[in-house]
Nanobody
Framework: QVQLVESGGGLVQAGGSLRLSCAASGTILSINSMGWYRQAPGKQRELVAD???????NYADSVKGRFTISRDNAKNAVHLQMNSLKPEDTAVYYC???????????????WGQGTQVTVSS
């Protein structure tokens, strides 16, 4: 079974930095894309950033210039470096990946369990 395991959340003051990591495990044929979403209380889950297999990246306007996503293909991992954090970045952050495995005929969407990021003012 494919699993995504996240790490790196926590509490930080405004202006600080955090680094989130996510690693995919299991029998994996290929990973089409990996990324991060977040969900704040009372709000819908939204895309923060993602990176496709070719290396192209996509960022939400609210995090451009502050967050950097990177992918380690050898380790089936993705990282999110978050700098200049703001209180409005407070949310549960979820790793997401589109993965092909032998158990399915097409790539499936997988989610991590979520990691809390809290930015105090």
């Amino acid at each position: 079974q494919v699993q995504l395991v996240e790490s790196g959340g926590g509490l930080v003051q405004a202006g600080g930095s955090l680094r989130l990591s996510c690693a995919a495990s299991g029998t994996i044929l290929s990973i089409n894309s990996m990324g991060w979403y977040r969900q704040a209380p009372g709000k819908q889950r939204e895309l923060v950033a993602d990176v496709i297999s070719g290396g192209s990246t996509n960022y939400a306007d609210s995090v451009k210039g502050r967050f950097t996503i990177s992918r380690d293909n050898a380790k089936n991992a993705v990282h999110l470096q978050m700098n200049s954090l703001k209180p409005e970045d407070t949310a549960v952050y979820y790793c997401n990946a589109l993965i092909r495995s032998p158990s399915a005929w097409r790539a499936l969407n997988y989610w991590g369990q979520g990691t809390q990021v809290t930015v105090s003012s």
